[in-house]
């Protein structure tokens, strides 16, 4: 399973982006799909989780700023971030689990600053 991050970069605080996880294989089929980030000098941290289901949870850092979805037709997974503060600054992972195994993608920066 191949996962590939693209849509990050700089934005300025208050700014927004799109965050989107290519997936190589069918997307129905991973079980948990989910976002994660580390931010310089801190853990790995999660972001937001879209189960299998379709429910949704988030960090209380990113409830109300950001939203997590998917695209079955093009098997990719999205994480609309607004609202975005410096804190945000951190490197995402794209995460997919298919138990018993978990598989990450390469990770991409997003770095907010005036």
């Known amino acids: 399973v191949h996962l590939v991050e693209s849509g990050g970069g700089s934005v300025q605080p208050g700014g927004s982006l799109t965050l989107s996880c290519a997936t190589s294989i069918d997307i129905e089929t991973i079980y948990n799909m989910a976002w994660f980030r580390q931010a310089p000098g801190k853990q790995r941290e999660l972001v937001a989780v879209l189960f299998r289901g379709g429910a949704t949870t988030y960090a209380n850092s990113a409830k109300g700023r950001f939203t997590i979805s998917r695209d079955d037709r093009k098997n990719t997974m999205y994480l609309q971030m607004n609202s975005l503060t410096p804190e945000d600054t951190a490197v995402y992972y794209c995460?997919?689990?298919?138990?018993?195994?978990?598989?990450w993608g390469q990770g991409i920066q997003v770095s907010v600053s005036s």
């Open positions: 995460n997919a689990e298919m138990p018993p195994k978990n598989y």
